[in-house]
């Protein structure tokens, strides 16, 4: 059946969503239905990492549906295919060669970057192709990169950067820094991405450098961070970087602030854990900034935002603050349904060489996969946050910042790692 522009527009709120003019499908929705399109779905659905996980399902999810509602991507209908990697490399591989063995070649999710690197290592082998939403390893787009891995999201490279500019520019008289991250290849990763931001941007707004205390390490899952905290405490920094994330964020959080440690740090920089703390937390968190992927007051400009956030709101019992792994979910099945549309085929080799041509529509606006390396081109965002007892929710959004990531992205460079100008890593 052929879907038209007016189908398109219907659910998507925009032009031409799949396609870039013309008919929503560029004629070859008139194919016959061959069947369903399984998409994979890999990531963290349980234990400390779901609240990253499962909203990344609900946005893949929306995505399909939508499409599906529209006639589906070349005449045929979307399915996701789902497997929860408990965050465990060894179990994320198993589901993978599950997939691809029945047919699943086209797979997404993955928080985890320990998870993201053990499964590039067997796409090849195994025929697949994977777009991660999280896995912030620069190592992903560097020196562990092959042609079957995309990154739909943002990098810590981009993204640290980009706050530590902002913060440069907010905070100048706050020169005195720490960090608290997991003991682990996302920690590690965004501390260094961190402190080369407060090196570079520090200099240009204040003209000196930051003091940085070398990061207190986390250990991941944990349930008592008295330790840390104690650490913490006894560093001289008034500003703080915080990577621990999921469910261990929320209980880092919750005993940091018997101890003083809110009183203590001026400025607060949580990397990523979108509106997951303030939800823990409500009206007891911390004033403090907060990486985003998504945040739908942000891009009251783009009609898919608009829609997928009342989507969103239907299904979650009218939450007004949707994570921005709904997002990074949505806009990786979107990425796909470009890409097999233009391919004209789900075959790996030619969905791969689609990926890395075509721009697809997402909640962020248009994005695109740079060629050389598969680095998703996307703004950058982050919003203040603070507890309140004046609404239900509990907090509020207080601010919001936006830049696009081509001010801020590293060189293309797969094959070698990350360059550091100012940060020995």
């Given at each position: ?19 870039g ?15 369903l ?103 992903l ?104 994330y ?10 940091a ?6 009183d ?10 979108e ?41 979650s ?5 949707a ?5 990074e ?8 349904a ?35 390396d ?30 696009p ?21």
């Amino acid at each position: 059946m052929q879907v038209n522009r007016r189908q398109w527009v219907k659910w998507a709120g925009a032009g031409a969503a799949l396609a870039g003019s013309g008919t929503m499908l560029g004629g070859m929705a008139q194919a016959q239905d061959k069947g369903l399109i399984k998409l994979g779905f890999i990531s963290s659905l349980t234990g400390a990492q779901a609240p990253l996980g499962q909203p990344m399902l609900l946005g893949a999810q929306i995505a399909v549906d939508q499409i599906n509602q529209a006639g589906g991507v070349n005449g045929r209908k979307l399915e996701l295919v789902v497997r929860d990697d408990k965050a465990k490399p060894a179990d994320a591989t198993v589901a993978a060669r599950e997939l691809a063995g029945s047919g699943v070649n086209l797979q997404l999710g993955v928080v985890s970057s320990a998870v993201a690197l053990a499964l590039t290592a067997m796409l090849e082998q195994e025929k697949a192709v994977l777009i991660t939403c999280a896995a912030h390893s620069d190592k992903l787009t560097k020196e562990n990169f092959n042609r079957h891995y995309f990154r739909v999201t943002d990098n810590p490279y981009m993204k640290l950067r980009f706050m530590s500019k902002a913060l440069a520019e907010k905070y100048s008289n706050v020169t005195a820094w720490g960090g608290l991250i997991p003991d682990h290849e996302y920690g590690r990763t965004t501390w260094n991405c961190f402190e080369e931001g407060l090196r570079e941007y520090y200099e240009v707004v204040s003209k000196k450098q930051p003091t940085i205390a070398p990061a207190i390490k986390t250990q991941y899952g944990a349930t008592d961070y008295r330790n840390v905290i104690g650490a913490a405490m006894g560093l001289p920094a008034e500003g703080f970087f915080v990577s621990v994330y999921g469910g261990d964020a929320v209980t880092l959080f919750k005993q940091a602030r018997p101890y003083g440690f809110f009183d203590k740090a001026k400025v607060i920089a949580d990397s990523a854990n979108e509106f997951i703390v303030a939800k823990a937390m409500k009206s007891e968190l911390p004033d403090m900034w907060v990486g985003t992927h998504w945040y739908s007051g942000a891009f009251t400009d783009v009609p898919m935002s608009n829609k997928v956030f009342e989507e969103y709101k239907k299904r979650s019992k009218g939450d007004e603050y949707a994570n921005g792994w709904v997002g990074e979910g949505h806009a990786a099945v979107m990425a796909y349904a470009k890409a097999i549309q233009e391919a004209g085929s789900t075959d790996t080799q030619a969905v791969i060489n689609a990926l890395e041509s075509v721009k697809f529509e997402t909640v962020c606006g248009t994005r695109y996969f740079r060629k050389e390396d598969h680095q998703a081109m996307k703004p950058l965002q982050m919003y203040r946050l603070r507890g309140t007892k004046k609404n239900a929710v509990g907090f509020e959004v207080l601010e919001y910042i936006k830049m696009p990531a081509e001010d801020f992205a590293d060189p293309a460079t797969p094959g070698k790692p990350l360059a550091f100008k100012y940060v020995k890593a």
